[in-house]
């Protein structure tokens, strides 16, 4: 069924492995973003619970465009649910025009409220220039369910502005009344940085009691930290053969000439 829509979005629901039904559906959002840390969670998700497309979204907001991925052509505002129904993962592969947020959050909503939404999260992350120390999960989210979050180590943002697509959904959930919330990690937008959908993905894990594996990404944090502390050691020695040349008084060797 395709929802008639005074708006410039519609949504078109796709045929097949149970179609585009839900049932009080937890609804997991990854857009474009700092570092794509959002994303590629919600990606990672779909892949690793084997969830199958219900729909997708065509607007006159999103950029003309196709993802060429898993050996299928797709369109890259997509819905996707598992085969109860009650786990929908929402993920969009290209920039959306801040002017077309409202259009395309409030349509996406009206669809969803048909089938009685439980939750409605939004996956990601906080903008910084190096790999952190440690990555805690910062949320956004109403009164009633903060006190939960915080039982599960997760950490209150402080003031925060959310926008974009982020912000034109979780705003829509309050116009609705829909519970919505939003998990946040600090990503590095200067190095590649797997460790922040990592640890989104172990939230959502944490958060609905999902048995979700994420040794890929562990790996994939494992091979990042090697090649830094390779890149590291090499520094190091750079500047310690510079420094004995310049105790001997001679010129230190350059690898450019």
């Known amino acids: 069924m395709n929802l008639p829509s005074t708006l410039s979005t519609i949504i078109i ?21 700092p ?66 947020a409202y259009d395309i959050s409030s349509t996406l909503l009206q669809w969803f409220q048909q089938f009685t939404p439980t939750e409605i999260v939004v996956l990601d992350g906080i903008p910084i220039n190096t790999l952190p120390d440690n990555r805690p999960t910062f949320y956004v989210a109403e009164e009633n369910r903060q006190s939960y979050l915080k039982s599960l180590g997760f950490l209150p943002a402080e003031a ?18 829909i519970q919505c919330s939003s998990l946040l990690v600090p990503v590095s937008i200067s190095l590649l940085d797997p460790g922040a959908p990592l640890a989104l993905v172990r939230a959502v894990n944490s958060l609905y009691k999902l048995n979700i594996t994420t040794k890929e990404l562990e790996e994939d944090v494992e091979a990042v930290h090697e090649e830094l502390n390779y890149i590291a050691k090499q520094y190091q020695q750079l500047q310690d053969q510079a420094s004995s ?3 001997q008084g001679n010129t230190p060797q350059t690898m450019y000439r």
């Open 13 to 33: 629901e796709r045929e097949g492995n149970g179609g585009a039904s839900f049932e009080k559906p937890v609804v997991i959002c990854g857009f474009v973003g």
């Open 35 to 100: 570092g794509l840390a959002g994303l590629t969670a919600a990606g990672y998700i779909i892949e690793h619970m084997g969830l199958h497309e219900a729909a997708h979204v065509r607007s006159h907001h999103i950029p003309p465009s196709v993802i060429f991925i898993g050996g299928k052509i797709r369109n890259p505002f997509r819905v996707y649910r598992d085969a109860s129904g009650k786990f929908a993962v929402v993920v969009c592969e290209v920039p959306i025009s801040s002017s077309g």
């Open 160 to 177: 925060t502005l959310i926008t974009g697509a982020a912000g034109g959904i979780l705003s829509e959930c309050l116009a609705r009344k």
């Open 245 to 247: 040349a310049k105790d």
